[in-house]
């Protein structure tokens, strides 16, 4: 490891980042997109051995969907309530 390699971040990144946080913190629960499987915050996931409780943004990096083994990125909001 020598000098730092990591690239600069704009601030748009930024911004884009704690949009999807934010997004991701209001939707009730996270549809994988490959395989349609739902992670929802109040069941938790047994196979990771998720209590719970936890929402999206506390699962552990490590996390990938449980059917499929893609990681968090393939996960979009999946919104039960519609307020439209
Ligand atoms: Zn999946």
Excluded at 20 to 40: G, L
Excluded at 54 to 70: A, I, R, V, W
């Amino acid at each position: 490891m020598q000098g730092n390699t990591v690239p600069p971040t704009g601030r748009i990144d930024l911004i884009l980042d704690e949009l999807n946080r934010q997004r991701f913190a209001n939707a009730s629960a996270m549809q994988c997109k490959v395989c349609w499987y739902v992670y929802d915050p109040e069941i938790g996931c047994e196979e990771w051995d998720i209590e719970p409780g936890t929402s999206f943004n506390d699962l552990p990096e490590h996390f990938t969907c449980p059917q499929c083994g893609n990681d968090k990125s393939v996960f979009l909001p999946c919104e039960k309530e519609n307020g439209d």
